[in-house]
């Protein structure tokens, strides 16, 4: 079982950047197929970012947005450049079993962390 936590959430202006990290504990990332959701007060979650044994990414952040992973550190990052105020969100950081191909639904992701929420201000 692993536990995550993300932190690096804020109040950002549109066109800034934040980074948030996803710590890991229990189990080490690399076991696992990591993702990045957010959902917005009333809407359903939705996936933002992906990685496996690659990366992959919703048209909406696409170009945008860039997932990592750091073994060494156990944790994930989402870099998010070029903020709009539609990225404005509650985001999550998730795990689950290793497949190939992209995993992009919730139910494909059973670790789930508590969230860090983003604000942008245009």
């Known amino acids: 079982q692993v536990q995550l936590v993300e932190s690096g959430g804020g109040l950002v202006q549109a066109g800034g950047s934040l980074k948030l990290s996803c710590a890991a504990s229990?189990?080490?990332?690399?076991?696992?197929?990591m993702a990045w959701f957010r959902q917005i007060s009333g809407k359903e979650r939705e996936f933002v970012a992906g990685i496996n044994w690659s990366t992959y990414y919703a048209d909406a952040v696409k170009g945008r947005f860039t997932i990592s992973r750091d073994n060494v550190k156990n944790t994930v990052y989402l870099q998010m450049n070029s903020l709009e105020s539609e990225d404005t969100a509650l985001y999550y950081c998730?795990?689950?079993?290793?497949?190939?191909?992209?995993?992009?639904?919730?139910?494909?992701?059973?670790?789930w962390g508590q969230g860090t929420q983003v604000t942008v201000s245009s």
């Open positions: 998730a795990a689950g079993s290793i497949y190939p191909g992209d995993r992009r639904d919730r139910q494909s992701y059973t670790y």
């Open positions: 229990g189990r080490t990332v690399s076991d696992y197929a």
